[in-house]
């Protein structure tokens, strides 16, 4: 900047900016070339190490680094190279030990959980993890993350019993506990005690993963480098879980929000993967010597939430007209085009995973508007407009928007769609009063009790009685074949009660270059034990 | 002329007093705050109520414009929420490729656009006149995301010529960054150019039949003289109004260019700071923006009297 720009030019920039952020901008202007960390990261481990470097083409800039206190896929794809959790999760979503050394002993009451720790795991500081930064990391937790918050009210105490061995205690059991240890969003991640500044950011980003932060320039990139200290886990790996290899140097993560620019960048060699790609360009993705398409299943489920809470809706005999009159087969047509990318599925989990349950999902795909006049005619409706809030930021949501609001006016509702952008529709949403219905979607999570409709608190407020039963029957069930019958039980209520409208499944569509070797699909994509073809 | 200078920039500061009020209030009247948005779909109302607090968005308007005007006064354009810097770096960050961006799709559009339409002028009516008016219509119409996708798919994919987005890797030489500008300059520059080329055309026309033009024609100076030194010159007023506007509205303009190519621009910038409601950003970038829009016409103003010399401030 500073060495190409004439000086009056730079002049007439500078009489706007501070004196103080021009200190700062010189020092930026003449470390662009040289391209030093933005972000903190300990001196000695600023070099890149040498070998190889894939670009991964990310939807956008993550709004944050830190993976406690947000859900976003994106920061969870980056961060999970970075932070580790105690748990993962294997190939067939069962849970596995990452930084524990093996599952925990729970008490016969289901109350206390004791937590063998690895021996040996270092930090990206150099420091070595003990139990004491383990319950530094997972008070944090209960303080940030909305999943370690929606669990702080059941714990009694986390404490080290000794330097490697962690005890949860509970105040009654909770068996959605290990698999919201495991998750990589809201993440339970393990980082130094020193860095943890009670419920505040991080002092500084340090995991223990395979990789370490080396820069970050937002909306340009964030380069991870591999970790030579890195400490895995033993056994074959296997989903999340087994042996972790940074084989791959350098993970660059380039932000590339137009869809059609990162199919582009795949097929000219640009990237070696990108992540949510258009399905319609799928043809021309295959007319691509060197680019592999990539089908990822199970993936995420578009969902039309109803608010119980403004008069409308808050008949449930209206939310049951809702979902006789839908037909998610002509939504999922209109929003993803080509039938190979989503699927008809009713049950919350698709067929495959431990929680799928077809018999209780059998309310799903209706399109019956005449059930749903008669049952409008019962509740009593009487023309009220249904407010439904939607976004054209996410163009499946908007189409599949557009063809319910046809079949609602065909069943009878006054429909008053409303099309925002997505910050003020995720605003709105959070007042009971302005809406009586939303879509939005869910990305799949290997625990039911993760869905962000089963949390009372989530838009929409789903708390009835029997909800309440049924959910805490559900969290309290230690046995796993008993959990899934009583998440049958809570799916039935979910086709009684209709608190919300699943649509059906539908899968992303991402590509790898074909000198990427050995890539396991996952939801959120990850390269440790990948490598590049040379 | 001094004095001309200093008193346009009085008005200037005026300008800037009324922007800055302006975007202070559309940027809180617009819906959906910067908590919820960072914090994502599964945040809780008591999440956003938290990061709201920490943020210091729970202050009254009132409040919140005093601290601001403050800020501005004493010259700093506050910290960006998202980006967790002070919004002059991040604005500092994106002026290199704004400004080289900016030079080349205008130097792009003015070189397309200003012999062309002379040449369209002296041979009005006729094969080349009427192709290069028809292609002119065709190029204002075309979006520049299709030109930038078209010359992607040809330049970058088919023909690995260029590459295909972004401002190069970490070690890229000030070339490479360059080459990484050549097709988003090409997209931004052609539109412009259609639209400098139908000024450059009624001016070059208009002057073409004037006395004086006559004149020289009739005293035998040759034709390249009587078009490029008599014409052209009284013919330059509108054309540098339309360079001078076309160029201002790149800098912050060039948004559906800086996605298509996943240039961090400052348009990407400020787009991105709207859709994730970064106030802080919204504001010192508009402000900045507004201030460079002010400063490009009055270096337009001053251009007047070089090409003019009846013109005197």
Do not use: C
């Amino acid at each position: 900047m500073a060495e190409t720009d004439g000086p009056n030019k730079q002049g007439e920039i500078m009489n706007l900016i501070s004196r103080r952020a021009f200190s700062i901008a010189a020092v930026g202007a003449a470390l662009t070339i040289g391209a030093a960390p933005v972000t903190g990261q300990p001196a000695r481990a600023q070099a890149a190490p040498s070998g190889s470097v894939v670009t991964v083409a990310t939807i956008g800039e993550p709004p944050t680094l830190d993976p406690v206190g947000v859900t976003s896929d994106l920061v969870s794809i980056i961060t999970q190279h970075m932070f580790e959790t105690l748990y993962t999760f294997d190939g067939e979503w069962k849970l596995t030990p990452l930084l524990a050394a093996a599952a925990p002993t729970v008490s016969d009451d289901g109350r206390t959980y004791t937590i063998p720790l690895r021996t040996g795991v270092t930090f990206h500081d150099g420091s070595a993890m003990t139990a004491a930064d383990v319950v530094a990391s997972l008070e944090r937790w209960t303080k940030v993350s909305p999943r370690g918050k929606t669990t702080a009210p059941i714990v009694d105490s986390i404490t080290a019993a000794d330097d490697a061995t962690v005890v949860i205690t509970l105040k009654e059991p909770f068996a959605p506990l290990t698999a919201l240890l495991a998750m990589n969003n809201g993440a339970a991640a393990i980082v130094p005690s020193e860095v943890v500044d009670g419920a505040n950011p991080l002092k500084a980003l340090v995991g223990s993963g395979p990789y370490r932060l080396l820069e970050h320039r937002p909306d340009q990139y964030i380069r991870l480098v591999r970790f030579d200290a890195y400490a895995s886990p033993e056994g074959e790996p296997n989903g999340y879980g087994g042996r972790r290899e940074a084989k791959i140097g350098e993970v660059r993560f380039v932000p590339v929000p137009n869809a059609t620019t990162r199919v582009e960048g795949m097929l000219a060699g640009q990237y070696q993967f990108a992540d949510s790609l258009p399905t319609e360009m799928l043809g021309r993705l295959k007319q691509g010597a060197n680019v592999e398409p990539i089908m990822v299943k199970p993936f995420g489920f578009p969902l039309m939430i109803m608010n119980s809470r403004t008069p409308v809706t808050a008949n449930q005999t209206v939310r049951q007209a809702v979902l006789a009159a839908l037909s998610p087969n002509e939504m999922m047509l209109a929003a993803f085009g080509d039938p190979a990318f989503f699927a008809l599925e009713g049950s919350i989990y698709a067929p495959g995973t431990a929680f799928h349950d077809a018999a209780s999902a059998a309310g799903y795909n209706q399109h019956d508007p005449k059930k749903a006049g008669d049952l409008l005619k019962q509740a009593g409706y009487k023309g009220e407009p249904i407010r439904i809030l939607t976004s054209t930021q996410y163009d499946f949501l908007y189409k599949m928007s557009l063809v319910a609001q046809a079949h609602l006016q065909q069943a009878g509702f006054n429909v008053d769609l409303q099309v925002l952008d997505w910050a003020t529709l995720v605003q709105r949403r959070g007042d009971e009063k302005a809406w009586d219905a939303f879509f939005t979607y869910h990305t799949f999570v290997p625990e039911p009790s993760l869905i962000t409709f089963v949390n009372p608190a989530y838009p929409g407020w789903w708390d009835t009685p029997e909800k309440r039963a049924a959910l805490a029957a559900f969290n309290t069930e230690m046995d796993p074949s008993a959990r899934r019958a009583r998440w049958a039980d809570l799916q039935t209520l979910f086709y009684t009660q209709v608190p919300t409208i699943k649509v059906g499944e539908f899968y992303n569509l991402a590509a790898a270059g074909t000198a990427l070797k050995g890539y396991t699909p996952m939801p959120w994509p990850f390269f440790w034990n990948a490598e590049l073809a040379k | 002329m001094l004095v001309y200078v200093v008193r346009r920039m009085g008005g200037m500061l005026a300008v800037m007093l009324i922007v800055a009020a302006v975007v202070f209030v559309i940027a809180r009247v617009v819906p959906g705050d910067p908590a919820a948005v960072m914090l994502g779909a599964a945040a809780t109302p008591e999440d956003i109520a938290a990061l709201r607090a920490r943020l210091g968005l729970d202050e009254p308007l009132a409040v919140q414009f005093v601290l601001y005007l403050k800020q501005i006064v004493t010259l700093d354009l506050g910290h960006s929420i998202f980006l967790d810097r002070p919004v002059a770096q991040a604005l500092w960050e994106r002026a290199e490729l704004t400004t080289f961006l900016t030079l080349m799709a205008v130097g792009i559009a003015v070189l397309i656009g200003v012999p062309v339409g002379i040449v369209s002028a002296v041979a009005r009516g006729r094969a080349v006149d009427q192709v290069a008016v028809g292609l002119a219509m065709l190029a204002a119409s075309i979006p520049s995301f299709w030109i930038g996708l078209t010359l992607m798919k040809y330049l970058a994919v088919d023909l690995p010529w260029f590459p295909v987005s972004g401002y190069g890797p970490p070690d890229a030489t000030l070339g490479e960054r360059l080459h990484h500008l050549v097709l988003p300059a090409v997209a931004l520059g052609i539109p412009n150019s259609a639209l400098i080329l139908r000024f450059t055309r009624t001016s070059m026309l208009e002057v073409l039949g004037d006395d004086y033009v006559r004149t020289a024609r009739a005293k035998g100076l040759p034709q390249r003289v009587v078009v490029l030194k008599h014409a052209l010159r009284n013919a330059m007023i509108p054309i540098l109004t339309v360079i001078g506007l076309t160029t201002a509205v790149m800098i912050a303009g060039a948004i559906v260019t800086e996605t298509v190519f996943s240039l961090p621009g400052v348009g990407n910038l400020v787009v991105s700071a709207v859709l994730r409601r970064d106030y802080p950003v919204i504001q010192g970038a508009l402000l900045v923006v507004s201030g460079l829009y002010v400063l490009i016409n009055l270096a337009v103003d001053l251009l007047y009297a070089a090409v003019d010399p009846r013109i005197r401030y």
